[in-house]
């Protein structure tokens, strides 16, 4: 009995020391729980920034599909407008009859909206502008043949030509107010609609062929 209680408390003599005794650390490494929240910051950091940077990739190619849109549609414009500047009998005959079926115009006051637009150019050729709504493409007709005149990158959402003065011995000069919205072909892109509006004045009145002094 007296040796196991002498050996309890030589235990507790080394324990007391033990714990009394000032003792120093090392750390030779990181615990887990560091390495864990290390790692579950660097993770945010990088989803964040490559969340921009895709972002930043997705706007430089909506831009750049928009720009292509519009340079194409521009031209197009451009060209209708030289051909409208010297043109005559805007949905109109040679005899002066309106031919709002031929356009698909609707009357609002002094004006017509139409879906196509039909003239004679200087050329003396019959031109019609109208969209072709299944492909969404503009076309271009010339003496009843069609042609597509904008690019496969572009599709026109709606085209309207607003007309007034077309009448003819009205004493006005035909003008033509061309509206068009267009988006890149991409589906993805599908949802940016670009309007474009532009407004061209003959240069010569409307008049039937038959009888220029009512002009």
């Known amino acids: 009995?007296?040796?196991?209680?002498?050996?309890?408390?030589?235990?507790?003599?080394?324990?007391?020391?033990y714990f009394r005794a000032p003792r120093t650390t090392f750390r030779g490494g990181y615990l887990l729980i560091e390495l864990l929240i290390s790692i579950t910051v660097f993770s945010i950091i990088v989803v964040i920034a490559v969340g921009s940077f895709v972002n930043v990739l997705r706007t430089q190619r909506q831009v750049a599909a928009l720009s292509a849109a519009e340079s194409n549609l521009g031209i197009v414009m451009e060209g209708m407008a030289r051909e409208i500047r010297t043109g005559y009998l805007f949905c109109t005959d040679a005899d002066g009859v309106t031919l709002d079926s031929a356009c698909g115009c609707s009357v609002f006051g002094s004006e017509k909206v139409c879906s196509a637009?039909?003239?004679?150019?200087?050329?003396?050729?019959?031109?019609?502008?109208?969209?072709?709504?299944?492909?969404?493409?503009?076309?271009?007709?010339?003496?009843?043949?069609?042609?597509?005149?904008?690019?496969?990158?572009?599709?026109?959402?709606?085209?309207?030509?607003?007309?007034?003065?077309?009448?003819?011995?009205?004493?006005?000069?035909?003008?033509?107010?061309?509206?068009?919205?267009?988006?890149?072909?991409?589906?993805?892109l599908s949802g940016n609609i670009l309007n474009l509006e532009t407004t061209v004045s003959a240069r010569q009145i409307d008049c039937p062929q038959g009888s220029p002094s009512s002009c």
């Open 117 to 188: 637009l039909k003239f004679i150019d200087a050329d003396g050729n019959n031109i019609k502008y109208s969209l072709n709504t299944a492909s969404g493409v503009l076309e271009k007709s010339i003496d009843g043949t069609a042609q597509e005149v904008t690019g496969n990158d572009v599709k026109i959402q709606y085209f309207n030509s607003i007309l007034f003065g077309n009448t003819p011995g009205d004493q006005w000069n035909p003008r033509v107010t061309l509206t068009v919205g267009i988006h890149p072909k991409d589906a993805s």
């Open 1 to 17: 009995m007296k040796n196991s209680k002498s050996f309890n408390k030589n235990i507790l003599r080394a324990l007391k020391k």
